[in-house]
């Protein structure tokens, strides 16, 4: 018997900010990495992330992600509508965030409290930090744009924390004016 055929896949690309790594599968994009500290790094969080998954030259749709996420990290807007996120094993809960994080444009923010009212559940902020603590997509899923109370930067789960987060919303031009926007960097 032979061993099945992997079902997800991973490439490590180069960006603006450093080498970011992205995952499909049959049912779309499942995960997007982030920079770890050199690519080595990155890739071993992508090895750890999914478990098996060759590294692969990707096909076309994964091509046009990777332009798409490496046109945004420069500073231009990018377009994420017609991208198939593998939603599989991603909680209800979070698949509605991640929904509402997908329609905010760049350059603009919304708080955890603003997300969670669009969501009709005025009192679940916590739960949607939580959410976006886990989003598999980043940045696609533009979690950074999703700022704690007071336009705080709030917590940012990639690697550099909320310094990658403002150098997130730095390049997107995301400064709402608020001199607090800043102030936890």
């Given at each position: 018997m032979r061993p099945a055929s992997p079902t997800v896949?991973?490439?490590?690309?180069?960006?603006?900010?450093?080498?970011?790594?992205?995952?499909?599968?049959?049912?779309?994009?499942?995960?997007?990495q982030l920079p770890e500290a050199d690519a080595r790094q990155t890739q071993q969080r992508m090895r750890q992330r999914f478990p098996g998954a060759p590294e692969a030259a990707p096909p076309a749709d994964v091509q046009a992600a990777i332009?798409?996420?490496?046109?945004?990290?420069?500073?231009?807007?990018?377009?994420?509508?017609?991208?198939?996120?593998?939603?599989?094993g991603v909680p209800a809960f979070h698949q509605r965030v991640y929904a509402v994080a997908l329609g905010i444009p760049p350059g603009q923010t919304l708080t955890y409290g603003e997300v969670a009212a669009q969501l009709g559940e005025p009192g679940a902020a916590r739960a949607v930090g939580q959410a976006?603590?886990?989003?598999?997509?980043?940045?696609?899923?533009?979690?950074?744009?999703v700022l704690a109370a007071g336009d705080k930067p709030g917590g940012f789960s990639a690697s550099g924390g909320i310094r990658t987060k403002l150098r997130l919303l730095i390049i997107e031009g995301a400064m709402r004016g608020t001199p607090g926007l800043f102030d936890e960097a």
């Open positions: 896949f991973f490439t490590l690309f180069d960006t603006a900010i450093g080498p970011c790594g992205v995952a499909w599968g049959d049912a779309g994009l499942r995960g997007v332009a798409g996420i490496t046109a945004m990290l420069r500073g231009e807007a990018h377009d994420f509508s017609t991208l198939t996120l593998d939603m599989r976006l603590g886990r989003n598999p997509f980043a940045p696609v899923v533009p979690c950074h744009r």
